[in-house]
């Protein structure tokens, strides 16, 4: 999905732009990460196997070839990745038709980003089909381009993902803030140049050089955003 991309240069009174918001989706802008997880506990309850809870922060914020792979092997389930992909998806898609919660913060966030004309582009590890989706209760007119796992050669945790987001709105991926709420979304926009916004849904994520932690983006505006462009250069 793409749409024309305002002027970029929204500039603080020190000097500083900031070019572009990115925004992971499951965890970050709605409340699916337990969906995800419910879903593989089913899918793999009708094949026979108990996924061990531990599991759950190995699979978490990861692609889908990455963490169905890991339960495959795991569990020795007789099911390919492709055919464990599309029950997979099928179930989440089927969850999320009935329900669909957003994060506290999330559509306060989106709207005012909007409303000033912020460049934004949703990046998620998730497959085409399913962003779609979620759009729909987002809001597309919210995001100027949306990339799914499924688009990319390499996902997340690779940067490629932010990278092409970053290219897509025509902004430099070190005047870009991302969102992301797993240590696997984190490090691929760590790996792009980006100075990221951490809220954890999970698992634990500790502040470091460029990577600023909140407990909700409850704590999170355009001002603020603006402000970590700021600290950063």
Known sequence: MTSTVPALGTRTAEGSAL?????????TLVDTEGFWWDVEV??????????DDSWRHVVVGGPMTRSAGFLIEATGAAITLAELSVLLNDGFEARIGSHL??????????????EHDIPTALVSASHRRIIDRVLTALGPHHFNLSIGGDEVSRTKPHPDPYLLAAAGLGADPARCAVIEDTATGVAAAEAAGCHVVAVPSIAPIVPAERRTVVPSLEQVDL???????????
């Open 101 to 114: 919660p957003l994060m506290p913060g999330a559509a306060r966030l989106l709207a005012e980003l909007h």
């Open 19 to 27: 070019q572009a918001v990115l925004l992971d989706m499951d965890g």
């Open 223 to 233: 001002s603020f955003l603006r402000g970590l462009m700021t600290l950063a250069h």
């Open 42 to 51: 089913e899918v793999f309850a009708a094949l026979g196997h108990t996924l």
